[in-house]
């Protein structure tokens, strides 16, 4: 994975920015964004119960902060162009935003999935990540998460850059933490199943149960696309459409007019913000 060809950085230090004014400020299933997001020029990518927030809307949160940082910095609109705030705001097949919350009719797997359908991000093996990355996993009581990975961890919770034979689980960033105080954007240390520790110190929070699977249904690893590195708009849609079609088994002939009705919003319950800790 070239370091100049991803966003991981950006998507670092938008985990601080956010975690600076929007840490612990409240975990609802059915809650998406701490505040109404500027994107880019424009605005806004409306919050329905700020502050509280969950697991893959805390994902996008952070993916749009990410973008109005780089368009603070270098003033650059075409990445607002070319996934526009409408992307953010809609329920259609061609939106990202069912692909990141999932929505059961678009198929899919996680956050680096739906980067990966729109050209703007890639999927990787798990032992390649490296921080800035993005993770969607399943747990063994059922309940599923996303976040942006952190790092590796090992056996006592000491975060390792690579990935080697020590590696039993990964330290992310995400909101969670259901029914406690400090509920919502927070740090979480994820083991994987049988590999749980005892209660770390150091307020070191413990995810456990994490099911470690090659399937990408199970545990969806990857990173976003540099946006110097984004096709063109008509490449970006033309690669949904064509992806929409596959995973529905569609024919070219097929009216495009289905790729713009509105989805029913799915069934969120098993993001139930459950951690160990």
Request: proline content about 5%; charged content about 25%.
């Amino acid at each position: 994975m070239p370091l100049a060809d991803n966003f991981n950085a950006e998507i670092l230090k938008a985990v601080e920015i956010v975690d600076a004014s929007w840490n612990g400020k409240g975990y609802d299933i059915n809650s998406y964004f701490t505040h109404d997001l500027a994107y880019g020029p424009d605005c806004c990518v409306k919050a329905n119960h700020a502050p509280l927030t969950m697991c893959v809307a805390a994902a996008s949160e952070i993916i749009i902060e990410a973008l109005n940082a780089y368009y603070k910095q270098t003033g650059d609109e075409t990445p607002f162009q070319k996934l526009p705030l409408k992307s953010w705001r809609g329920g259609s097949r061609r939106d990202i935003r069912p692909h990141i919350f999932m929505y059961d009719e678009v198929g899919s797997d996680g956050t680096a999935h739906a980067l990966e359908t729109f050209g703007i991000g890639l999927r990787t093996p798990f032992a390649d990540l490296q921080p800035g990355s993005f993770i969607n996993f399943n747990r063994t009581n059922g309940s599923g998460h996303a976040g942006v990975f952190l790092g590796f961890l090992n056996k006592h919770g000491d975060v390792l850059l690579e990935h080697d034979e020590s590696v039993v689980g990964y330290k992310y960033y995400s909101a969670q933490g259901k029914g406690l105080p400090d509920a919502g954007f927070g740090y979480r240390w994820a083991f994987f199943e049988g590999n749980c520790p005892q209660p770390l110190p150091g307020g070191r929070r413990r995810d456990c149960g994490v099911i470690r699977s090659d399937k990408s249904k199970q545990f969806c690893c990857g990173y976003m696309l540099h946006p110097a590195q984004w096709p063109e708009a008509d490449a970006i849609q033309q690669g949904v459409e064509r992806e929409m079609r596959t995973r529905r088994g569609a024919s070219d002939s097929d009216s495009l007019e289905s790729l713009d009705l509105e989805l029913r919003e799915p069934n969120l319950s098993r993001f139930d913000g459950v951690t160990t800790d």
